[in-house]
């Protein structure tokens, strides 16, 4: 069973930096790329960045284009997403999420490419 792993998350001031990390683990684990989406209270679930495994090709939400940094590594078969420049409008639950679709690195966006799912890191920006 594969098993994907959230973790960094936390309480920042507006201005502020966070790592979040991603660890896949189980048995076997394969995917083409992996996203990472966010969800704040009382609205969807929403894109936030994505990163395929080989090559390294990355997409942004325009929100978070210039802030954030998604990368990875293979060896550990794990993900991060730096957040720089913390907004209060930054603040959700945060997923990784694993894909097995062979894509446009632009279709990453969508959630329905995704199989797997973490429970969630919570981000808190104060203003």
């Known amino acids: 069973q594969v098993q994907l792993v959230e973790s960094g998350g936390g309480l920042v001031q507006a201005g502020g930096s966070l790592r979040l990390s991603c660890a896949a683990s189980?048995?076997?684990?394969?995917?083409?790329?992996m996203g990472w989406f966010r969800q704040a209270p009382g609205k969807e679930r929403e894109f936030v960045a994505a990163i395929r495994w080989s090559g390294g090709s990355t997409y942004y939400a325009d929100s978070v284009k210039g802030r954030f940094i998604i990368s990875r590594d293979n060896a550990k078969n794990t993900v991060y997403l730096q957040m720089n420049s913390l907004k209060p409008e930054d603040t959700a639950v945060y997923y990784c999420a694993a894909s097995p679709i062979m894509s446009s690195i632009y279709t990453y966006s969508s959630s329905r490419l995704y199989d797997r799912w973490g429970q969630g890191t919570q981000v808190t920006v104060s203003s």
């Open positions: 189980g048995r076997t684990f394969s995917s083409s790329a």
